[in-house]
């Protein structure tokens, strides 16, 4: 019976000793490693996969493409990465569906109105790829910091977007975006 009692004294030391560890370490790892280490764990397949020249590399070369956009504040470079019959949602309870058109024109407002955008992690944390459609489905993870032009201080956007592209003439465009997407179970 002792050693049953010095078991689970030990077990419950041992928890409280790991506990303690684990949040004085997860303090101190920054937000764009956590969204990256929470990818690979959701998903070290498709991390794995993307070492070799599959064409899931393809694929996300345009999303990368998109992102770096935004650092870079090229309105050519992200127009580019749409197919001109694309659409888009802002939020998965939007009534408005936004033509390729209006995306541009909102990401040209966007940096007007942020004179600082920084692409602080990018990470994908599901990509479906259907061969025989040439279609991918993939949610992104992203973390921004941007910066107003009527406020110095910068602010953080922390979002979940869900994108389908095609393969439209050998190049991967995007077809459909739902901005701000939020798993619905």
């Not at 997860?26 to 764009?32: A, D, Y």
Request: with cysteine.
């Amino acid at each position: 019976m002792t050693h049953l009692i010095a078991a689970f004294l030990a077990g419950v030391l041992g928890t409280m000793v790991v506990e303690s560890l684990a949040q004085h370490f997860v303090g101190r790892i920054p937000v764009p490693w956590t969204n990256q280490i929470a990818a690979f764990a959701s998903s070290p397949w498709l991390y794995i996969k993307l070492l070799t020249g599959c064409e899931e590399k393809q694929i996300l070369k345009t999303l990368r493409t998109l992102f770096d956009a935004w650092r870079t504040r090229n309105p050519s470079a992200y127009s580019n990465c749409w197919a001109e019959n694309a659409t888009r949602l802002d939020g998965v309870k939007s009534l408005s569906v936004q033509s390729k058109h209006e995306i541009v024109e909102r990401f040209e407002n966007a940096v007007e109105k942020y004179p600082q955008i920084v692409v602080e992690s990018f990470c994908v944390t599901s990509l479906k790829y259907d061969r025989p459609s040439s279609t991918a489905t993939v949610a992104v993870r992203y973390r921004m910091r941007i910066t107003r032009v009527d406020f110095d201080l910068p602010l953080h956007e922390n979002g979940v977007e869900m994108y389908k592209l095609s393969c439209i003439d050998d190049e991967w465009l995007i077809v459909a975006n739902i901005d701000h997407y939020s798993e619905i179970s």
